[in-house]
Nanobody, 116 residues
Framework: QVKLVESGGGLVQPGGSLRLSCAASGFTFSNYAMNWYRQAPGKERELVAAIPGAGGSTNYADSVKGRFSISRDNLKNTVYLQMNSLKVEDTAVYYC?????????WGQGTQVTVSS
């Protein structure tokens, strides 16, 4: 079955960096786009970044452009989110998502807290 497992979250000071990972299994990873979402307390879940199956053209939310970078390693079945110049408002639970066989699959999420 499809499984997505995020890791790499934690507590970081403003201006710091983190790299999130999402390990995927149960489907042909390279055939599917992957997405990172986040949900802050009291807010709706929002799309942060997306990358197609073969890599290449990526998309970002305006709020993270120039600071975050999504990438993937199709040999390791893993998608990454490199987050630089983190701000307090980046604090959220970060999720990876894949749309596979007509259905959405989500990981369990990883908490990112940006605080001094």
């Amino acid at each position: 079955q499809v499984k997505l497992v995020e890791s790499g979250g934690g507590l970081v000071q403003p201006g710091g960096s983190l790299r999130l990972s999402c390990a995927a299994s149960g489907f042909t990873f390279s055939n599917y786009a992957m997405n990172w979402y986040r949900q802050a307390p009291g807010k709706e879940r929002e799309l942060v970044a997306a990358i197609p199956g073969a890599g290449g053209s990526t998309n970002y939310a305006d709020s993270v452009k120039g600071r975050f970078s999504i990438s993937r390693d199709n040999l390791k079945n893993t998608v990454y989110l490199q987050m630089n110049s983190l701000k307090v408002e980046d604090t959220a639970v970060y999720y990876c998502k894949a749309w596979v066989w007509g259905r959405e699959y989500w990981g369990q999420g990883t908490q990112v807290t940006v605080s001094s």
